[in-house]
């Protein structure tokens, strides 16, 4: 990829990011972190290639290190940490979410519970809500087995 091509790249992924909910720069920084080269970065080279400034890239790559979708490398002989793509990261990502998806099923359930004797229109919602993330908490997993599987056909080739 061209440096314009990289760079268009990180900012449709910071435009995508953001319009689920994310911080544009967050999108920004993983989209740059995916396509560069080299795949580790320090702060400096993140602001310097995303024109952003060293605090925002501060404030960004600390949140991200949170959400264990970026993490710091130290590489020997050079002083500034680098910061790169979290092997595995969007893997886990997709685990975690069975977590989440569990969660809000067992919240649909109370929720249910709470309007035991209403009216079927009244509990409609939630019985929606509640058939929803039942169903994905069934099949998730067993697609994530699926693309476990499937990853694995194509390491073999």
Known sequence: MRHTDTLQFAEEMGLLWESSGGPRMAG??????LVCDPAEQTAAELATALSASKG???TTTRSLIQMRLVEKVAIAGQRSVRLRITPGAWRRVLHEQIATITSLRELASRGLDSTDGHDESHRARLQEMHHTYAFFELEYPKLLVRYDEWRASLEDT
Do not use: T
């Open 28 to 33: 920004r920084v993983l989209g740059w972190l």
């Open 56 to 58: 925002s890239i501060s």
